[in-house]
């Protein structure tokens, strides 16, 4: 396979469309799931390769979180993306990262938009997470005035530097859905737990498409290997405390002492339940535990 062939050279500067104006791009990249192999091996000894394939050691380590290896390989992105979205980016405090600067550059000339279907209410049970979409009469009056504050905001700001104000102070007044970019380096360890976190059911929607952007486009090409461990053991894998443990048991006990099989009741989960839940209204890891016994087929949905 020639240089222009390869995973790298084929994804270098391609820009993966995200939102209305955004993208994310593969600037650069050291290493591969032979990367990740090579370290672990320095470690376990040259007595490793009689016995485990790559693949198989890959998915040893990432199984048993054995993360030293995976921190081996490094990824640099270019990432266009709105404010409001990059301040939660921004929060992984495990990257590189240079910004585009609006001290010294003018303002990205974009502000993302919301489609009129894509308007969400509040959720009622998360604080921080969004619900059902709205109505589109409603979301076609919110994308209208929208609209006109983009624009307004736009035109004060090029007002302010058309009358000589500083490029720092004219700036204040910036809607976060201005659009910034950054380049952004990460070692694969703590890129595979941002996406993790960015791209689960529970994340905002605009950087879950930002973080599904970089696994699927970016990620899975380049380690193709660590990816498919990822997917097993991380995206499609559930976690379970000491406390879902002790309900699963004293269910499946319960259950078996009425003659029931699984899908269990309710009501008999809320009898097995551990202690520290039973006088509370509200209980997230209740209502956690729960949902995991759904998915398990262990419980009623």
């Known amino acids: 396979m020639s240089t222009s062939d390869s995973p790298v050279e084929q994804l270098r500067w391609q820009k993966f469309p995200v939102l209305d104006d955004g993208f994310v791009c593969l600037v650069d990249v050291m290493g591969n799931d032979s990367s990740v192999v090579q370290a672990a091996r320095v470690s376990y000894g040259e007595g490793t390769k009689k016995v485990s394939d790559d693949r198989t050691l890959i998915r040893y380590l990432l199984r048993h979180r054995h993360t030293t290896p995976f921190e081996m390989a490094e990824v640099k992105l270019l990432v266009r993306v709105p404010m409001d979205c990059w301040r939660q980016w921004i929060r992984h405090?495990?990257?590189?990262?240079?910004?585009?600067?609006?001290?010294?550059?003018?303002?990205?000339?974009?502000?993302q938009s919301t489609p009129p279907d894509q308007w969400r209410t509040q959720a009622v049970s998360n604080r921080q997470g969004s619900a059902e979409p709205l109505s589109t009469d409603l979301g076609e009056k919110l994308s209208h005035t929208e609209k006109e504050f983009h624009d307004a905001a736009r035109k004060l700001y090029d007002n302010r530097l058309e009358a000589g104000v500083a490029r720092e102070l004219a700036r204040k007044d910036l809607p976060l859905c201005t659009y910034t970019e950054a380049y952004w380096k990460i070692d694969l360890h703590n890129l595979l737990n941002f996406l993790s976190l960015r791209m689960d059911s529970h994340a905002q929607l605009e950087i879950r498409q930002y973080a599904t952007a970089i696994g699927e486009n970016i990620v899975k090409p380049l380690f193709p290997v660590v990816w498919e461990a990822f997917q097993d053991y991380r995206v499609n894998a559930m976690y379970l405390t000491g406390l879902d443990r002790g309900v699963i048991q004293r269910l499946t006990a319960a259950g078996a002492e009425k003659q029931l099989?699984?899908?269990?009741?309710?009501?008999?989960?809320?009898?097995?339940?551990?202690?520290?839940?039973?006088?509370?209204?509200?209980?997230?890891e209740r209502d956690e535990c729960r949902s995991k016994l759904v998915k398990l087929g262990l419980l009623e949905g």
């Open 93 to 111: 405090r495990t990257a590189n990262v240079n910004e585009y600067s609006t001290r010294y550059s003018v303002a990205i000339d974009a502000a």
């Open 261 to 284: 099989a699984p899908p269990y009741p309710e009501d008999l989960f809320l009898q097995v339940q551990d202690e520290t839940w039973k006088e509370l209204k509200r209980s997230r």
